[in-house]
């Protein structure tokens, strides 16, 4: 079966730079939702789109923006990278924007470096 | 608050041996619950999942039961193999349709 699939895999940014992550969620899936995941930390909450709308918000710096688009795809845009953003992004998706009631599948991540 | 809690640590333990892993949470309305596991370098899967008080999640040879009067979601398996070594999150729902971890564990299962 299909699943989440993120790109790139692993990302190298030097400081101050910019970087775009990629997630396509699994098909018919209108709901996609952003982690961040530092070095051996859980799971924090950045932000969620259900069909093309921002439904919720979390603890994204404002250094950071995201959309999703017209064929459900979304974006991470993240800006004047810093050294504590290297952590490991994940996107998830579900539909219906009912996810967290029955868990969202993941994807595997990509793992942003910043040096 | 929303928090979920894990034990502290890794756990090591020999293949075949009994693994349980607490978690709980706190009690702010009636939340789903979930185990999710990350193997080495991969990402999050869904292991098991309760939606309401008693109900057992299992998946796997694990299981945990949403015990709503101790607040708690354990997770239990009864003969653990070298490939169940992973780290293991416990997580609720919470919100408008978030997911709170716990900190996770290391499981380490030795031959």
């Known amino acids: 079966a299909a699943g989440v699939i993120q790109s790139p895999r692993h990302l190298i940014k030097e400081k101050r730079e910019t970087a775009t992550l990629k997630c396509y969620p699994i098909?018919?899936?209108?709901?996609v939702y952003w982690y961040q995941q530092g070095p051996g930390q859980d799971p924090q909450f950045l932000i969620s789109?259900?069909?093309?709308?921002?439904?919720d918000k979390g603890s994204i710096p404002d250094r950071f923006s995201a959309q999703q688009f017209s064929d459900y795809h979304s974006e991470l845009n993240m800006s004047s990278l810093e050294l504590g953003d290297s952590a490991l992004y994940f996107c998830?998706?579900?539909?219906?924007?009912?996810?967290?009631?029955?868990?969202?599948?993941f994807g595997s991540g990509t793992r942003l470096t910043v040096v | 608050g929303n928090s979920v809690t894990q034990m502290e640590g890794p756990v090591t333990l020999s293949e075949e041996a009994f693994l349980t892993i607490n978690c709980t949470y706190t009690a702010t309305g009636y939340p789903s619950l979930f185990w999710y596991v990350q193997y080495p370098g991969e990402g999050l899967q869904l292991l098991l999942k309760a939606t309401k008080a008693d109900d057992k999640g299992s998946n796997k040879g694990f299981e945990a039961t949403y015990r709503k009067e101790t607040t708690s979601f354990h997770l239990e398996k009864g003969s653990v193999q070298v490939s169940d070594s992973a780290v293991y999150f416990c997580a609720r729902s919470y919100g408008n349709n978030r997911l709170a971890f716990g900190k996770g564990n290391q499981v380490v299962v030795i031959p």
């Open positions: 789109f259900y069909e093309k709308m921002q439904s």
């Open positions: 998830a998706s579900s539909s219906g924007g009912t996810g967290s009631n029955y868990g969202y599948t």
């Open positions: 098909p018919r899936h209108d709901t």
